[in-house]
């Protein structure tokens, strides 16, 4: 599996970032990352690590989505931002996810208007895995819609059903409303 990482998002990018492509790499065989944003900050964070180098590569991205950004900003003026490339990589198939700690509104638009929606889908939803004393559950709609409709949720739970199966090999999971 091929993920994007945008290198640049979070409160401590690149360094952050950078360390924990290269522990993934280096833990789980069958991941290779792409580590997306100022390449020279990338490349100095990376030159002093150990680690297979065939699966990390490094796209360069000019411009930095920052929490301050309003998101039509972001689309409109900042399309060489490490969010932008990182999301057309997995549009043209280059790629096979794309993960940010970076603007999630930035990244849900943008991800909206590069990737689209599944058929049937109104909305999209950011998904959270949380601890429980049992194990973990998945948060759906973690923040990101503030006036969901009936349908919307009805959406959300089908899209946390099929997460659950396909991610954790839950065969029946259970679908709460909170």
């Known amino acids: 599996m091929k993920i994007v990482l945008d290198a640049m998002g979070g409160d401590h990018a690149p ?9 993934t790499v280096n833990e789980v065989d069958d991941i290779e990352v792409v580590l997306v944003g100022a ?14 180098s065939q699966r990390i590569t490094v ?28 999301i057309e990589l997995v549009r043209d198939g280059k790629a096979d996810a794309f993960v940010s700690a970076g603007h999630s509104g930035v990244v849900m638009a943008t991800a ?20 429980t004393l ?3 559950f998945i948060l759906i709609d973690a923040g990101a819609n503030v ?8 959406q959300f739970a089908l899209m946390g ?15 709460a409303l909170l």
């Open 39 to 52: 390449e020279d900050l990338i490349w100095r964070e990376l030159e002093d690590k150990r680690y297979p």
């Open 112 to 131: 909206l208007l590069r990737l689209g929606k599944v058929p049937g889908v109104s909305r999209p939803a950011i998904a959270a895995t949380l601890p």
């Open 59 to 86: 796209v360069h991205a000019s411009q930095t989505v920052s929490m301050d950004d309003e998101v039509s900003f972001a689309l409109r003026r900042k399309k060489d931002s490490s969010i932008h490339k990182g």
């Open 147 to 154: 006036d969901s409709e009936p349908e919307n949720l009805f």
């Open 161 to 175: 059903n099929a997460y659950a199966k396909a991610i954790y090999g839950i065969n029946e999971p259970r679908i």
């Open 15 to 23: 360094v952050v970032t950078v360390e924990g492509a290269v522990e």
């Open 134 to 136: 049992k194990g973990k």
